[in-house]
């Protein structure tokens, strides 16, 4: 079973809470995604710690497909919530995350990190708070190149509550994405390269694991 829900009451001042996506069906990985190992842990373990040493509180795991399992295995820094709807798209983990974080009072700003960015730690994490902080932007995002020579942008995902709402109601299947590209100027970019190498399947976690 889950642990108990958030704490009531956040850190002082300037917080930063964290939602961790983990709720797929990790179809292409072939197993739980989550579970995968990395380093002495688990791709679930790392997105945890790194939210957690870059100063993120609270910390929410979304989980959903194998929800029980996955569950068993989040790390005491975070609470977890269920979502039922997971099948329907990310957007509905996204609303869970929110949902369940409403718990509480409502943080200065939200980090959404998806478990699949295992090269991504808490120095990268910190550059898009950072970069959330900039006046006049409601959300900032890691910018990465898009293997046709621009640029892409794409989580980890830092945004402020004025998008709280919009992001709680977005579409299943579109998610954040098209809630960012309206943003324009009001979208900040981070560059962080390894905001492309996602892990979708064991290959992939091969790559990233040997680039490590």
């Not at 108990?4 to 797929?24: F, M, N, S, Y």
């Not at 739980?32 to 100063?55: D, S």
């Not at 898009?146 to 640029?151: F, L, Q, R, V």
């Not at 979208?187 to 790559?207: G, H």
Request: net charge negative; proline share 11%; glycine share 10%.
């Amino acid at each position: 079973m889950p642990r108990p829900g958030l704490p009531q009451k956040l850190a002082p001042v300037d917080d930063c809470a964290a939602i961790v996506l983990a709720a797929g069906a990790s179809s292409r990985f072939g197993s739980p995604k989550p579970l995968a190992p990395w380093g002495e842990g688990t791709l679930l373990e790392q997105a945890v710690h790194a939210a957690e040493a870059a100063g993120c509180w609270p910390i929410v795991v979304v989980v959903g497909c194998d929800a029980a399992r996955v569950a068993r295995a989040v790390p005491a820094a975070a609470a977890v919530a269920i979502n039922p709807r997971w099948a329907e798209g990310q957007g509905t983990s996204l609303a869970a995350g929110f949902e369940a974080l409403a718990g509480g009072q409502e943080p200065t700003r939200t980090l959404i990190l998806p478990v699949d960015l295992p090269r991504v730690g808490p120095d990268e994490l910190k550059q898009v708070i950072t970069a959330s902080k900039t006046e006049g932007v409601a959300a900032a995002a890691a910018s990465f190149p898009d293997g046709a020579g621009g640029e892409a942008f794409g989580p980890p995902v830092c945004v402020t509550p004025s998008l709280y709402q919009a992001l709680r109601d977005c579409t299943p299947e579109g998610g954040a994405k098209p809630i960012l590209a309206g943003l324009g100027d009001g979208l900040a970019r981070a560059p962080l390269p390894a905001a492309a190498e996602d892990v979708d399947t064991p290959a992939d976690l091969a790559a990233a694991q040997a680039a490590s």
